[in-house]
């Protein structure tokens, strides 16, 4: 494949690297006090962002997922605040159910920034996975009922919709639910990233009418669980680029017994092995992105690898990064720590490396039938 960027999405990174140098810098996101600046979302919603994969008669520009990973990783190079990576998700999920009526309306919104919208789908102490999924829908007349729990839910605060992910009839479906729906409670939670929201969402008998239930397939969850991992996956990549960027920086003007500490060979190879690490990394979320919008037959097992390789990638690059710039690595006046801080809650987000890379196992796994014949016919 060839990962080279042609005009337009040179022209898409460069105006979002702008955009959020000039309105959302680190520093400017690191009020954990603060929520999503609806004054920026809105800048956002007019740049075209949330409306990027969506359909042209929603107000979308009809692009494919690695246009949209393109601005995630510049929001991750630039630790800025906002939806944008839940919005895009539930806006492709929307789509890709060939939304009418009340879905129709929502991806306007959406796609216009007058709101935005989250994915409720983990649990507490579950996996990322369908396996994790204990919320449950029951049928009422021309009403469904959800019960659940749902945490980790990005921005959910603010969001005008939650796309809730619960058991129905025992199988994983998907609804939209209006945030103030009667039932529905959202408690802020702590986490270790200050350049993000997280909540808890509870719902309480939320009744919500069945045209909000997402039609599609049994693959409909698990395809937007892979477009969640290739856009996390270009997320951090863009935290790990600009954790490399800062520490490469800092050994160019830190200088110990009259020389740069970039010049000593031990400092050296830490960075080149930084640098490894995240060149591995946008390999692998690119060719994902590629695969998922060609979607080829290795597209799932793409994202999956973007995702392992992204997670474990966390550790190795920030605890150099760390390292290198020693004591003012973790001061509060120095940026790094916002970009440790959220890095390492990248490499948790829509599963660990090691949950990745047990489904992975499952991919290359030979099928019943080939380990009967030893892999071959006869």
């Known amino acids: 494949m060839d990962f080279e960027l042609d005009d337009e999405q040179a022209m898409l990174r460069a105006a979002a690297r702008d955009l959020l140098a000039d309105h959302a810098p680190a520093r400017a996101g690191s009020n954990h006090e603060k929520d999503v600046d609806a004054a920026f979302w809105r800048l956002v919603g007019r740049s075209g962002w949330p409306g990027l994969g969506l359909p042209e008669d ?40 060939g939304s009418a009526g009340p879905l129709a309306e929502a991806l306007r919104t959406l796609a216009t920034g007058d709101a935005w919208a989250t994915w409720a789908f983990a649990e507490p102490g579950a996996p990322w996975s369908l396996d994790g999924i204990a919320a449950t829908a029951r049928t009422d007349g021309d009403q469904v009922v959800l019960d659940g729990v749902k945490t980790a839910v990005q921005d959910a605060g603010g969001a005008r919709w939650l796309l809730v992910t619960v058991r129905h009839d025992g199988v994983p479906e998907s609804f939209l639910v209006d945030r103030h729906a009667a039932g529905v409670t959202v408690r802020r939670q702590q986490v270790l990233d200050l350049t993000r929201s997280f909540y808890e969402v509870r719902l309480d008998g939320v009744r919500v009418p069945a045209d909000r239930r997402l039609p599609g397939d049994a693959d409909a969850v698990p395809r937007l669980l892979d477009d969640a991992a290739v856009l996390l996956a270009a997320e951090t990549l863009g935290v790990l680029d600009r954790m490399l960027e800062m520490t490469v920086e800092y050994m160019k003007v830190r200088v110990q017994f009259d020389r740069p500490l970039g ?72 940026d790094l720590h916002l970009y440790l801080r959220r890095a390492t809650v990248d490499g948790m987000l829509y599963g660990d490396a090691a949950s990745h890379r047990d489904r992975l196992c499952e991919f290359v796994r030979p099928a019943p039938d080939e380990e009967s014949t030893g892999g071959h016919e006869g």
Do not use: N
């Open 263 to 334: 010049t000593f060979q031990a400092v050296k190879h830490a960075c080149a092995g930084m640098a490894m690490s995240v060149h591995g990394v946008r390999a692998a979320t690119w060719y994902a992105a590629m695969a998922v919008d060609a979607d080829t037959e290795d597209a799932a097992r793409a994202a999956c690898v973007a995702a392992s390789h992204s997670s474990a990638a966390t550790e190795q690059v920030a605890g150099a990064a760390l390292q290198l710039h020693g004591g003012i690595g973790f001061t509060w006046e120095h």
């Open 58 to 97: 929603r107000g979308g520009s009809v692009q494919g997922l690695v246009e949209l990973a393109l601005v995630a990783e510049e929001v991750g190079r630039a630790a800025a605040r906002g939806p944008y990576l839940p919005t895009v998700l539930v806006g492709r999920a929307l789509t890709r159910a």
